[in-house]
């Protein structure tokens, strides 16, 4: 029963690993994604992982230029991640640029709702000195 359990968990890393790997594509080099990557990216975002959906998201935005699509999974991704998710998605969003604005002080204030610490932090700073930018 321990043998499987470990052989889960080494699955779930390698998979978390190669979400990383492919959001880190995506966002450095925009490159295309094979279709092995499309379709493992598709997979973790229908079962309803949170990073899947966020990076299924990118992929739509990034790849295939379909705004519209990329922002219904980061919809899912929104209701389904934790505030270190939603902080980073944060940071994210605000390296894409500006029109993307809205969907990054959409995720710093969830992320500060769910008590991440840092995204309180910012979130406060930004409420009171709205014209001077954030220092975390």
């Known amino acids: ?33 094979t279709i092995e990557e499309s379709d493992f990216i598709k997979k973790e975002a229908s079962s309803g992982s949170p ?30 991640s934790n ?3 939603l902080w980073k998605a944060s940071g994210i969003f ?9 969907w990054s002080m959409k995720c710093l204030r969830r992320a500060a709702w769910r008590q991440h610490p840092i995204a309180k932090a910012m979130y406060k700073e930004m409420k009171e000195n709205p014209y001077k930018f954030p220092e975390a």
Do not use: V
């Not at 299924?56 to 922002?71: F, P, R, S």
């Not at 605000?94 to 809205?102: H, K």
């Open 94 to 102: 605000a390296f894409l640029g500006d029109e993307y604005y809205d």
């Open 1 to 33: 029963m321990k043998n499987i359990k470990n052989k889960d968990l080494e699955r779930s890393f390698k998979d978390l690993q190669e979400c990383w790997r492919i959001e880190a594509k995506l966002l450095k080099t925009n490159e295309q994604l």
């Open 51 to 80: 990073l899947g959906e966020f990076i299924y998201g990118l992929y739509y935005l990034l790849n295939l230029q379909d705004e519209k699509t990329a922002e219904e999974w980061w919809s899912k991704f929104f209701y389904h």
């Open 83 to 85: 505030g270190e998710a």
